[in-house]
């Protein structure tokens, strides 16, 4: 008979909440691909395709960019971005009410099931943007200007995203129908995002009020690292720090006060 | 050692906002190789003690000590992500709690008897033998103490025996708090009971005492 009980590794609270994240990444890549032997493939098509449709229709109805930019890379490098954006902050956003099971767990913190999502969703798309970008270079001979703030901006994108989705998981814990205002919030907030719009076309009062928006400042940021001196560009690296810095230090304590009004019994 | 000194819990009604006091002022101490059963009907607050106990939910007043790795609650599909297989929640439990990823696997496989359903989705089982599931992936960890909700009663008598094996064989080290409306399960698996009525718990040294006064309910 099963005599043979596995015996817990001892581990350190590094190495355990290592563990804790590492189980709910795979899970979560299971539920959302495993369900099929193809199904792991959907991780990376799914934003390809978007990023390509978008960029398509851009490259078919644009009137073309300053200095011989090619409008599909253009496109493609502002779009997938910002779909990792949006992908991070409406994942994390469900991220509560989606996984009330797992929180039976006792090592589960609300934190690493933000965490987690933040981890594959970031994961997922920059491969897609790592292929774009390899793409460009090899077929186009387009490789980033400073290779280093792409990523930097890159990575201030997620921390935005997952700032702003952790906090809104926390809300819906208090205000249900907050759940409800999370999509139309990320495709409103697309025309603010500068995704697409070099804020050297428009009125300097214009820019000025775009540039608040620390996300306006990260895609201006990330076309800087791409194109270099062919685009004129305005951000400020600080400026979107600070905005992570306050964004997550709102969300853990949201989080902290939503986790004792959580309860499994529904 | 657990340890719950005053333990109060309520919750809010959804539809009146109304709170409704659940536990009001359990006091309990159980050990190491305890076999504790909790007697109580319907709605007494036996699923709602055992989550305080696991530690997934906090009281509103009071205190729980816990000297002791607890398990989850074992019951329902607690802790289960059904749309997977039981196999796949296996290795997703080990990685959680940080046990060998195949020897779990093969553990909980062998334990649970599910042959080929193994491998298929948890929310095409029947509910005996999603319980099988569960008990295999909590014996699965070297807890000192389980929480079961229930979960013994959907097995078949093998099933039970070798529940009781398992339990027997860690004695030493583990102690189970079994939760029950049906106070044949507490005989079969308890040595010590207690009766959870009007949000409070009384603990009878025998079980047969138990048993007449919960039936003299």
Redesign the interface.
Known sequence: ?????????R?GALS?QL??L??LV??EM??RF??SKVGYLWLVAEPMMLGFGVSLIHWMTDRGLPNNIPVFLFYALGYAPFYMFRGILTRNAGAITHSM????????KLHDLTMARTLLEAAACSVVIGLLVVGGGLFGGYWPAHPGLFVVSLVFSALIGHGVGTLLAALIVFVEPVERLVHPLTYLMMPFSAAFLMLASVTPATRDALLYNPLANVHEAMRHAQWGDKVVSYFSLPYVMLWILILNVLAMAAMRAAR?R????R | MIEMLDVWKGFHSHKSGAQHVILRGVHGRIRRGDQVGILGRNGSGKSTLLRLLSGVENPDRGVIRREMSISWPIGGAYGLQTITSGASNARFIARLYGTPVQQTQDFVEEFSELGRYFFEPVNTYSSGMVSRLLMGLSFAVDFDCYLVDEALSTGDARFAAKCQHMLQMRRQNAAMILVSHNAMHVRQYCDTAAILRNGMLEFYEDVDEAIAAYQGL
């Open positions: 008979m099963s005599d043979h009980v596995p015996r817990r590794a581990r355990a563990g804790v590492h189980a795979l899970r299971q539920l495993g369900q099971p797992l929180l039976y767990h006792r090592s589960v004792p959580l309860s499994m019994a």
